[in-house]
C-alpha cells in the first residue's frame, strides 16, 4: 500500500513559479514509476510530467515542455514538480501518482498505469 500526499498549491499570477512536493510512503517507493497529473473543472483528468523509479528518465506532456521540471528525492520519498512561467490555463488540481513499475514508458501518461493516488493540490494562476 502507497499513500501519497500532495502540498505546495497556491494562488498565484501569470509568470510565477511553484514547486509542488508529493511525500509517499512505503517501502518500494524508490522502485516505482511517479507521475503528475492535473484535472481543471469540466475537463479530464490529464498527464503533466512522469519520472522512473531512479529518476533517470521522465516525460512531459507538450503543454507544459520546457517549463515545469518533475524530480525525486528517494532518500525523503519525495516527488517534485517546478513550475516556472505559470499560465492561467494551469489553474487545476494537481495530482500525484504511483505506479508499481520502474517505468512506464509509453503508458506514463495513462491513469489507468497508475495504481495509488494523492489527493491533489488546488493550483490557481491569475492572469
Known amino acids: 500500500q502507497v499513500q501519497l500526499v500532495e502540498s505546495g498549491g497556491a494562488l498565484v499570477q501569470a509568470g510565477d513559479s511553484l514547486r509542488l512536493s508529493c511525500a509517499a510512503s512505503?517501502?518500494?517507493?524508490?522502485?516505482?514509476?511517479m507521475g503528475w497529473f492535473r484535472q481543471a473543472p469540466g475537463k479530464e483528468r490529464e498527464f503533466v510530467a512522469g519520472?522512473?523509479?531512479?529518476?533517470?528518465?521522465?516525460d512531459y506532456s507538450d503543454s507544459v515542455k520546457g517549463r515545469f521540471t518533475i524530480s525525486r528525492d528517494n532518500a525523503k520519498n519525495t516527488v517534485y514538480l517546478q513550475m516556472s512561467s505559470l499560465k492561467p490555463e494551469d489553474t487545476a488540481v494537481y495530482y500525484c501518482a504511483s505506479s508499481s513499475r520502474w517505468w512506464l514508458a509509453s503508458q506514463v501518461t495513462k491513469t489507468d498505469a497508475y495504481a495509488y493516488w494523492g489527493q491533489g493540490t488546488q493550483v490557481t494562476v491569475s492572469s
Open positions: 519520472i522512473s523509479g531512479g529518476g533517470g528518465t521522465t
Open positions: 512505503g517501502r518500494t517507493f524508490s522502485t516505482n514509476a
